[in-house]
């Protein structure tokens, strides 16, 4: 039996939950469910793995020859780097049904809860947990929709994903969230005679004010200007200008659409933040192309560093894209998919993983882990080399095992550098 909505608001976001070490437990008579403890998030506390990084290699002038660092985020800080990583679409839905609560089962046979499929496939979480960590929610976020959007066929798809997933999620890492995409709208009509959007918007407040987390999310809401907030990660703080654009569609009732693409510009351009980073979601090839495009915008005349693109659901290009002050950014055209349960089989995913000094925030080196999905399972055994994703720079295979330690043996990554350069300040050019 189906909670209704209403009750299903108390359980979740009163008083009636607590955090405890990292783990959900819910105080409610009416439900004793706990969910797994997720895999630490790191903090200073915790001993930091060794870091061994190659000498500079003198042979060649110029020549940047930082060893791939290593998954573990802990030796990206020993290093001096901050990490931020990227993965693509995600949700836990069935197309034109309910939300399946998180102790459902899934058509699959699976568990529907995010946190358990996270655990599936990495149950030390190094392989996606960065300093920040970025989410293509692509799901309405919500307990009941009363009319769906469409109507149910071969190519036609619907999408509500229950809120707790967004919380398992915050628990296991990711602290950024990108709502704005094509299933931003399934829900026509939610509780209360509201549009999913708007109702997805109104979770994600709830779920901010709950936790009292460091998190971002964007793309769904009132708000189409960016979200700042000051971020505590590790040994700094960082002010992280983020949003999230869908670029398919001109004008979309609570979702950042293509209309807001200045306005989501001239906002990045005059915040007060030292990074700036826009996820962009596209429909089919054509918007594709205006993705890239206005990636290379941003990265280019708006002074952003990072762009993780979404919607082919296959891996795409990565570039190097400069700005007019001659400051490298970073461009994942599609990192394709993540953990989806109606998203079919596909070898070719992303992990993005930009490496950034943490004291100039330059981008220091770029690494692509790759990802096998079927649905809401993942694998890194049966993806091929991330090496073949196109770039225009040049990637060199990891081949060192200790870039994969404590993870699978069967993980692959590929990276290239940056030069380190030299800025006049720890923030010259980012900040305003």
């Not at 901010?208 to 964007?218: M, N, P, V």
């Not at 000051?230 to 703080?237: E, K, P, S």
Request: charged share 20%.
């Amino acid at each position: 039996m189906r909670v209704p909505e209403q009750l299903r608001v108390l359980l979740l976001c009163g008083s009636i939950f607590t955090l405890v070490g990292g783990t959900l437990s819910f105080d409610s008579n009416s439900s004793s469910a706990t969910t797994e403890r997720p895999p630490p998030i790191a903090a200073d506390k915790h001993a930091t793995p060794s870091l061994s990084l190659r000498p500079p290699d003198t042979s060649t002038p110029g020549r940047d020859a930082l060893a791939p660092v290593p998954l573990d985020a802990r030796t990206a800080r020993a290093a001096g780097l901050l990490d931020v990583r990227g993965v693509g679409d995600a949700g836990m839905a069935v197309t034109y049904e309910q939300p399946p609560a998180p102790t459902d089962t899934l058509p699959s046979g699976k568990q529907a809860r995010f946190g358990e499929r996270l655990t599936a496939f990495d149950p030390t979480g190094l392989s996606y947990r960065g300093d920040l960590s970025f989410i293509n929610w692509e799901s309405v976020v919500g307990t009941q929709c009363d009319h769906f959007s469409g109507e149910p066929g071969p190519v036609s798809y619907a999408f509500v994903s229950d809120p707790q997933n967004l919380l398992d999620a915050r628990l296991y890492g990711f602290n950024m969230v990108g709502l704005a995409n094509n299933h931003s709208q399934d829900c026509a009509s939610a509780p209360d005679s509201v549009n999913g959007a708007r109702r997805s918007a109104t979770w994600m407040d709830k779920l901010q004010r709950t936790l009292r987390a460091d998190w971002l999310w964007h793309g769904v809401g009132p708000r189409d200007a960016v979200r700042v907030r000051t971020l505590a990660l590790g040994d700094r703080t960082v002010r992280v200008a983020f949003a999230s654009l869908y670029v398919a569609a001109k004008r979309c009732p609570f979702v950042v659409c293509g209309a807001a693409r200045q306005t989501v510009f001239r906002s990045m351009e005059t915040a007060e933040a030292d990074l700036r980073i826009l996820s962009l979601h596209s429909w089919n090839a054509a918007t594709q192309q205006q993705l890239v495009e206005t990636g290379e915008t941003f990265l280019r005349d708006y002074e952003g560093d990072i762009v993780f693109g979404h919607g082919p659901h296959v891996w795409r290009d990565v570039r190097i894209i400069k700005s007019s002050s001659g400051e490298p950014g970073v461009l994942f055209q599609s990192l394709g998919n993540f953990l989806h349960p109606e998203l079919a089989a596909e070898r070719k995913n992303l992990i993005g993983r930009v490496l950034l000094d943490r004291e100039t925030l330059r981008v220091r080196q770029v690494q692509a882990i790759s990802v096998a999905t079927d649905g809401a399972t993942a694998s890194f055994a049966d993806a091929p080399s991330p090496a073949a994703v196109p770039t225009n720079r040049t990637w060199t295979p990891v081949t060192d095992s200790t870039w994969r330690s404590g993870v699978s043996p069967y993980v692959k990554g590929a990276y290239f550098n940056l030069p380190s350069g030299s800025t006049s300040s720890p923030t010259a050019g980012r900040s305003r």
